[in-house]
């Protein structure tokens, strides 16, 4: 495989979550490695929080296993049994089934990166943990649900625990 140049893969901003979860996203943004590579088994993003910015909302995945390695700046990583200071050369994984919400925040003054590399299954449940939704992905279309399958149809909180829509 060629050297590839970071310079041409192509950088998502903003979010697939339905509003109001989305505009939660602001300061987000990811290089997408792995499609400029063409990889169809994997995804491999480099992700870029400014100061104040979440990766994501905290979740889990039913079939696809994370991996994520802080590169610069110091993120926060969010999880039920609580929050770890993750500094450069750090790594956290999640394997597929664990129902352990996650998500790294940048509560520092600096942006931070940090390499997530994750399985791409042909179908797949994110559970989200502080929010009554669900991300279903089957025949390449996505789908939000509510944790009982329902139709998303606007938020709909948890009962209170811990962490909530922040």
């Given at each position: 495989m060629p050297k590839l140049d970071?310079?041409?893969a192509p950088v998502k901003t903003g979010s697939l979550y339905p509003a109001p979860y989305a505009g939660q996203m602001a300061?987000?943004?990811s290089i997408r490695l792995g499609d400029l590579a063409g990889l169809t088994q994997?995804?491999?993003n480099i992700v870029t929080l400014e100061p104040g910015a979440v990766a994501?909302?905290?979740h889990w995945h039913l079939n696809e296993d994370e991996f994520?390695?802080?590169l610069e700046g110091?993120?926060?990583l969010v999880e039920d049994e609580g929050e770890t200071v993750m500094r450069p050369g750090e790594c956290a994984a999640w394997k597929a089934g664990v129902a352990n919400g996650h998500r790294f925040v940048n509560r520092s003054d600096a942006p931070?990166?940090?390499l997530i590399v994750g399985s791409k299954a042909t179908e797949e449940v994110a559970t989200y943990s502080d929010v009554d939704m669900q991300?279903?992905?089957a025949g390449g279309k996505a789908r939000f649900t509510y944790q009982d399958g329902s139709d998303w149809a606007g938020p709909r909180d948890l009962a209170p625990k811990g962490e909530r829509n922040g």
């Open positions: 970071l310079a041409k300061g987000r943004s994997f995804g491999v994501s909302l905290r994520g390695m802080v110091e993120l926060i931070a990166r940090f991300l279903h992905i």
